[in-house]
């Protein structure tokens, strides 16, 4: 059986378990994140394997409590709202999560910057994209910026220096399958999320490694090259599956570089493997951000283990590069 996602096809095959214990594998599809998830156990019995599915559930629903900025009760909505400089006082997860966002803000010089609320709706992604006069633009610009965002890590308490918005596209899903990977960690059974294209596996494996194909980046539904995964979690970030063409020569990308308050659009696609959910979410973004040429010696000199797929517009052919982490781990 063969499960295609954006950017990634998983395929799980009778071979895949043919040397491990019998094991009862039980499947659900929920909407969370606006995305859809699928989410697979396999454990002993099927009430053991339902228990587990319905933990993991639970814990991206709770994750998104937190995160949504679609539901005014969420935690980052009363950031978002917050008077001016006035601090709200966050918990200790949230706290803990946007330490390490503003982190990531740094090392990637901005390159991943979730505060781009307003830029989002300048460029109306949600809304089927429009492009913005420079006035609009230019404000919208001049109310984004993670650094706008003054954190308080000993009082867990953050402020806002300006009218930004954090929007939690960039790094929520990973936020939350990593809450699923932690707290599932410690216990039995073989497990997958497909995420609206993000892939988290438990440690365990059943039997042997999960397949897992990276897609073209134009032909979605044409996989590239497989490789198999054993733990962590795989992330695509790609631009022309949900790019908006607005005229011959104007096409606006989903992605926005936060560093110039405009959208990104390459033929091409990223994908990274990190044990953290959280870090293959934020640098699969990050490193379609950077661009071709400047994302593969950023993530080479860190340890990266990235993908980068360049397809030709016109023959539809491609071509890759992998850091050296990526290669070693799944094209030896």
């Known amino acids: 059986m063969m499960l295609f996602t954006s950017g990634i096809f998983l ?41 587990q599915l319905e933990r993991m559930v639970r814990v991206i629903e709770k994750t998104e409590a937190s995160l949504s900025t679609w539901r005014n009760t969420s935690v980052l909505s009363a950031l978002n709202q917050q008077p001016i400089g006035t601090s709200i006082t966050l918990p200790d997860g949230v706290c803990a999560l946007l330490d390490r966002v503003a982190s990531w803000h ?19 992604l949600h809304d089927g994209s429009s492009s913005p006069d420079p006035a609009t633009l230019a404000e919208a610009k001049a ?14 308490a953050a402020s806002r220096r300006v009218d930004l918005r954090i929007d939690a596209g960039g790094f929520g899903k990973g936020a939350a399958l990593e809450r699923v990977r932690q707290s599932e960690s410690s216990r039995p059974g073989a497990w997958f999320i497909n995420f609206g294209g993000q892939v988290v ?5 059943a039997g ?12 979605r539904e044409t996989p ?9 979690s795989v992330a695509t970030t790609g631009g022309s599956e949900r790019d908006i063409v607005i005229d011959a020569n104007t096409r606006i990308g989903h992605v926005i570089d936060p560093r110039t308050g405009s959208t990104v659009s390459y033929p091409s696609s990223v994908t990274v493997w990190h044990q953290d959910a959280l870090v293959a979410d934020i640098l ?11 994302a593969l010696p950023w993530a080479e000199a860190r340890g990266i283990a990235a993908y980068f797929l360049k397809a030709n517009v016109e023959t539809g052919e491609t ?5 050296l982490a990526f290669t070693t781990k799944f094209l030896r």
Do not use: N
Not at 143 to 156: I, K, M, N, P, T
Not at 201 to 205: E, G, H, I, N, R
Not at 208 to 219: E, G, K, L, T
């Open 208 to 219: 042997s490694a999960w397949p897992v194909a990276i897609a073209h980046p134009i032909f």
């Open 284 to 294: 699969s973004t990050a490193l379609y951000v950077m661009g071709p040429d400047d």
């Open 11 to 51: 395929c799980l095959t009778v071979a895949a378990c043919e040397s491990s214990p019998p094991t009862v594998r039980v499947e659900r599809t929920v909407v969370l994140m606006g995305t859809t998830a699928r989410f697979v156990t396999e454990g002993p019995d099927r009430e053991t394997s339902v228990r």
């Open 143 to 156: 109310q984004s910026g993670f650094h706008h965002v003054v954190l308080d890590a000993e009082r867990c």
């Open 201 to 205: 596996v438990s440690s365990a494996s």
């Open 224 to 232: 590239v090259i497989e490789i198999f995964l054993e733990e962590g």
């Open 106 to 124: 740094r090392e990637t010089k901005g390159a991943f910057d979730p505060a781009v609320g307003r830029l989002i709706d300048a460029w109306a």
């Open 319 to 323: 071509a890759h590069e992998a850091t």
